[in-house]
């Protein structure tokens, strides 16, 4: 599957933006999805998860109660909905797609399909 996200850009402290991530082909709804993130001299990170059918979703610590991942798989989309934005949470936004059959793991090394980024940049 190839995925394409967009809706990145500056916002200041506190702040929300939300991000898309369109993906091709008529699977995209078997794909469990997830959004990540890597800031400069960090490893890439998962920020949040969601199913396959969209029921559960996976949230790191970090972000559990500003940010919102959803998808509608009518329209091959998954979006993040990022509030409360924090200058540390400046980085490099992707979305990625996940092996099938899916283990359960939210590691970067459960994900096979990856989005070119979008750059989110959180000023203070």
């Known amino acids: 599957v190839q995925l394409v996200e967009s809706g990145g850009g500056l916002v200041q402290t506190g702040g929300s933006l939300r991000l898309s991530c369109a993906g091709s082909g008529r699977t995209f709804s078997t794909y469990v999805m997830g959004w990540f993130r890597q800031a400069p001299g960090k490893e890439r990170e998962c920020v949040a998860g969601?199913?396959?059918?969209?029921?559960?979703?996976y949230y790191a610590d970090s972000v559990k109660g500003r940010f919102i991942i959803s998808r509608d798989n009518a329209k091959n989309t998954v979006y993040l909905q990022m509030n409360s934005l924090k200058p540390e949470e400046t980085a490099i936004y992707y979305c990625?797609?996940?092996?099938?059959?899916?283990?359960?793991?939210?590691?970067?090394?459960?994900?096979?399909?990856w989005g070119q980024g979008t750059q989110v940049t959180v000023s203070s």
């Open positions: 990625a797609a996940a092996d099938r059959p899916w283990g359960g793991s939210w590691a970067r090394t459960a994900f096979a399909s």
């Open positions: 969601i199913t396959r059918s969209g029921l559960s979703t």
